[in-house]
């Protein structure tokens, strides 16, 4: 192989795996919301980047004849093809995908029986994921009976647990396809104080059954990293 082949074909490789890089970084700022400040200096960069990779383009495919306008312009757009299809591909399988349900395994129960609740967090993702929760159970439970007046409703908290907890930053591991489960059994006692002070004992009505993960990052009562709702009743027969 010639001296001048050997370089045209280098410099062919160095121009598509910087049209890919490029656009790689792009769709990962797209992606992950990922901008890099300061925002102006990376955004000049990176329009200096594009803006020189095709001036490099244009002086040695075109000025000497190796390829036309059209011919760089199409293997431009196969490689920004490619980038993104390998890309696109590389965020599907590491993105983290999760299922969180919390459920009762009635939907009506009579006054005095045991409530079973079952929370479950499954990784629906393609790979082994993680997550940090603000404390070492790591699901809290909260039951609030519905007020319902016309076509309005709010909630009194009257069930919260487990109490105590521990505020302890945990993590757990979870591999493709498998669950964390927590199960709660409330035997239907209050242990809300401000609910206490009007009410006595529960009532028969539709409950409010919150099931969270508290974040790690924003303590135990606030932007829960996961969250479910589910509802059932309470009969006095």
Known sequence: MSREKLKFRLYTVLFCVAIFILTVIGLVVLYYKALFPPLLLFMLVYIAAWGFVFAFGVDFFISDGKFSGRKIILLTFGVIILSTTVTHSVWTIVTPRWSFSVSTDKSTYRLGENVQ?????????????????????????????????????????????????????????IPSGQSLVRTFIWNQTITNISYLSYRREIEPGEYRIEAVIPSAHHGVMYDPVFSAVARMNISSV
């Open 117 to 173: 609740i079952t929370v479950s967090l499954e990784n629906i993702g393609f790979i082994t994921h993680s997550f940090e929760s603000a404390i070492s159970e790591p699901v809290l439970i909260s039951i609030q009976v519905v007020h319902t007046t016309g076509s309005t409703w709010d909630v009194d908290e009257v069930w919260f647990g487990p109490y105590p907890f521990h505020s302890t930053r945990t993590e757990f591991v």
